[in-house]
């Protein structure tokens, strides 16, 4: 196996002061991580809800080390014909066109069709060579002759096929292609592989890799996150939001609010020019972080009590019927479970011009779960409520 670059880090500290340069806030057990796996060369497996940083640390460690990023997007019925290589058939045939006359040339003295094809099959190698050979992330970060960093983003939503066509390449850092011989990598690549646990994946693809899950940070950090992104909101105001969204996550909602969406959230009462947080205009804002319905609705009961725990909150709503009134919206009750809600799930614009590959239709999945109808019930926040609730919703792999 090839040697990683040994100088991309220093130390633990130098990979926190590195990713913070470049506005990722890691912690100890992130940088830790993140610099054993620059030092082994070995594959790290991020777990965890969505947005909490995973495909993020992958494009910070490319920015950091000044590596190229190369991402394969998973995606059910993709095939190792996106992830490794394919041959080129349109320039094949080009090059068959153009060079009509010379295949003629070549055939002129045959004298049977089998003599011919035999003829024609000398020429297998120059039509199977590197040239028509069209590389896909895999491939490419094998044959790359600068170290890159390789994202093999969401790969739970890979069929098992896939993971094993992973196996070789994450082992060896190596592909081979039948027809030319074994591509070696020159320089082992950082590989990240990100997973929202939509499905086990196997021992085998676990065992080669080191393993990091990535919950909702603490309130220390998502403040400092939130400072990052110079948001515009004032530190005391970013101060409360950060608690407040961590009482979010604390009620049974269908999808807990993510980093990002703790982002936008400061962002919008930013641009509302909001100094001072109150009730009305967190209740306005909440379906920045609150993308359901009845979550919404959960959410808008509950922030009076996080901004204030001793505010007195009048009882309006009723759990049991079909309707409830809140703050003028019509809810629907139950009537989130389809297909359609949970395809919503994957909100359009989470994969920027880096995306590779494309996505098969009806491969939208659920992954804060199904929803199931929990009264609304505030807990505590401990930091690893997100796996909790993330861990609860993982489909098992049958035994
Ligand atoms: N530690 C962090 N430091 C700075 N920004 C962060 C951090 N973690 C998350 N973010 C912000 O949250 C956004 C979402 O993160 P990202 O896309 O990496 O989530 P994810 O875990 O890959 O989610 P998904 O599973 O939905 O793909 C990032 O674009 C970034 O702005
Ligand atoms: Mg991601």
């Not at 020429?123 to 790359?144: C, I, T």
């Not at 309130?219 to 009482?247: H, M, N, P, Q, W």
């Not at 309006?316 to 079909?322: E, F, L, N, Q, S």
Request: proline share 5%.
């Amino acid at each position: 196996m090839p040697d990683p670059r040994p100088d991309d880090f220093t130390d633990v500290d130098d990979v926190a002061r590195a990713f913070a340069e470049h506005g990722y806030v890691t912690d100890r057990r992130l940088a830790t991580t993140t610099f054993v796996m620059s030092r082994l060369g070995k594959p790290l497996l991020l777990e965890g809800p969505a947005g909490v940083g995973k495909t993020e640390l992958a494009k910070t460690l490319a920015r950091a080390t000044g590596r190229k990023l190369l991402r394969l997007q998973c995606y059910e019925g993709q095939d190792e014909t996106k992830a490794l290589y394919e041959w080129d058939y349109g320039k094949q045939l080009l090059y068959t066109q153009i060079l009509r006359d010379k295949a003629a040339e070549l055939l002129v003295d045959t004298a049977s069709m089998a003599e011919a094809v035999d003829r024609v099959a000398e020429q297998d190698s120059a039509f199977f060579s590197e040239r028509f050979l069209a590389a896909r992330p895999l491939l490419e970060a094998v044959r790359s002759p600068e170290p890159v960093v390789l994202l093999i983003d969401e790969v739970d939503r890979a069929d098992e096929a896939l993971e094993a066509v992973l196996l070789e390449m994450l082992a060896e850092y190596q592909v081979s292609v039948p027809e030319i011989g074994t591509f070696v990598a020159e320089h082992a690549p950082y590989v990240i592989l990100t997973s929202n646990n939509t499905r086990d994946l196997s021992a085998a693809l676990k065992r080669r890799c080191l393993h990091l899950f990535l919950e909702y940070p603490d309130a220390e950090r998502e403040l400092e996150i939130l400072r990052s992104k110079k948001t515009g909101l004032d530190d005391a105001a970013a101060t409360t939001l950060v608690d407040i969204v961590r009482g979010l996550r604390g009620l049974d909602l269908r999808k807990s609010p993510s980093i990002s969406e703790t982002i936008d959230w400061a962002r919008t009462l930013a641009v509302l020019g909001v100094t001072e947080l109150e009730a009305g205009v967190l209740a306005d804002t909440v379906s920045v972080v609150a993308k359901y319905e009845r979550d919404v609705e959960r959410s808008r009961a509950a922030l009076p009590k996080l901004l204030d725990p001793n505010a007195v909150v009048p009882e309006h709503r009723h759990d049991h019927g079909a309707h409830s009134h809140s703050h003028g919206e019509h809810s629907h009750g139950d009537d989130d479970e389809g297909p359609a809600r949970r395809a919503a799930k994957d909100q359009p614009g989470r994969h920027d011009d880096e995306y590779y590959g494309q996505r098969a239709s009806g491969s939208g999945d659920d992954k804060a779960g199904g929803a199931r109808e929990i009264p609304p019930t505030t807990r505590g926040v401990t930091s690893s409520q997100g796996s909790r609730s993330f861990r609860g919703s993982a489909r098992r792999r049958p035994v």
